[in-house]
């Protein structure tokens, strides 16, 4: 089962396990302001079962759970301004349906293993880079604070019940199938989206350092963190092939597009506030534990992205 899985990568990650040949149902409630999207199950639409439904609806949850082996539960409201603007929303999805689902889990199904999808934005403003997994717990939004307590719900419930359930600090992970008609999901894909309709766009700031994960390399870290009991109780960042400055960044888009034009801007003041500065993950831990390993380059996956909405862009706008 994977909740969002009409999302981003947890529809990359149902095409993979269709490939696998599991039995997948996908939950999401396809509302406009997240990521679900049909078409991300173009291909696949006949080999998985789709509950249209909230992580917020225990019944309906209760129903889902039972049964699944698996449970890679992606479900969660990931716009940084949206949690601030409405914090109440985010608690409701990122905290409280998440400790629902654990305890839905402890009473109907203590045997499945649960991997869940956290966030860098965990840490706030790094001390030091790389950032690794005993970095300090500093969220600087609300939505950090509640993906922060969502994340430790699930090493609970493995250290006290015994559910098995891990946590993947996700960084920008970019690759098809992800939201490009707004920046609530990565601002990169705002950039890709106007690359692909032949206009300019913004860079603020510039000189951010932020590293990149393709989806099918985070993928492949949910399979393994799922299929490997050394993983329970764990916290891993999930990182890419190496840093960039947001302007090396769109030099790097523009010429594998093979054209475009973008400006730098200042940072507006409403995101400054809450923006972490440079980041760049330390992933050796998952690395070591569980051979996972970046293998998309950058450059690649920045082609691979443009290739696949320069054929699909009218299905996400």
Same mark, same amino acid.
């Given at each position: /089962? ?12 149902? &095409?993979? +396990?269709?490939? /696998? ?13 997240? %990521? ?6 173009? %291909? ?8 249209? *439904?909230?992580?917020r609806?225990t ?7 039972r049964? @699944?082996?698996?449970?890679?539960? +992606?479900?969660? @409201? *990931?716009?940084? /301004?949206? *949690? /601030? ?6 608690? #409701?999805?990122? $905290? ?8 839905? $889990? !402890? =009473?109907?199904n ?16 790094? =001390?030091?880079?790389?950032?690794? #997994? ?12 509640n ?6 719900? &699930?090493?609970l419930y ?7 359930? $891990? ?16 920046? !609530? ?8 989206? +106007?690359?692909? #309709? ?52 769109? #030099?790097? +888009? ?39 390993? *970046? ?8 082609? !691979? ?9 009218? &299905?996400?706008?």
């Open positions: /089962m994977i909740t969002g899985g009409l999302g981003f990568i947890g529809s990359n990650l149902a &095409h993979r +396990l269709v490939t /696998m040949g599991a039995a997948v149902t996908l939950a999401d409630n396809l509302m406009p302001q997240y %990521g679900g999207n049909l078409h991300n199950i173009e %291909g696949i639409s006949d080999r998985v079962d789709v509950s249209v *439904s909230d992580i609806d019944d309906a949850l209760t129903t889902l759970v049964g @699944q082996d698996y449970i890679f539960n +992606l479900a969660g @409201q *990931s716009s940084h /301004m949206d *949690s /601030m603007r409405d914090p109440f929303t985010d608690l #409701e999805i990122n $905290c409280h349906a998440q400790l629902s689902l654990l305890e839905i $889990c !402890r =009473e109907h203590p045997e499945a293993t649960i991997v869940f999808a956290s966030t860098r934005q965990i840490y706030g403003k790094p =001390e030091r880079l790389p950032v690794n #997994e005993n970095h300090l717990l500093r969220p600087v939004d609300v939505n950090g604070v993906k922060m307590a969502g994340e430790w719900y &699930h090493i493995n250290n006290v019940y015994g559910i098995r359930g $891990c946590a993947l600090r996700l960084t920008n992970t970019i690759g098809p199938r992800m939201r490009v008609k707004d920046a !609530r999901q990565t601002f990169l894909g705002v950039w890709i989206r +106007l690359l692909v #309709e032949g206009k300019p766009f913004e860079v603020w700031g510039g000189e951010q350092v932020r590293d990149f994960t393709y989806v099918d390399d985070a993928v492949d870290a949910f399979l393994l963190a799922a299929a490997n009991d050394e993983a329970n109780g764990k916290v891993f960042n999930i990182g890419g092939e190496r840093p960039v400055t947001l302007r090396e960044l769109a #030099e790097l +888009l523009v010429d594998v597009n093979n054209g475009g034009e973008y400006e730098v801007k200042t940072f507006p003041a409403d995101r400054k506030r809450i923006d972490i500065g440079d980041y760049y993950a330390d992933d050796n831990k998952i690395r070591k534990a569980l051979k996972w390993t *970046s293998r998309v380059s950058l450059r690649e996956a920045l082609q !691979r992205t443009l290739a696949y909405y320069r054929k699909h862009l009218a &299905h996400y706008l």
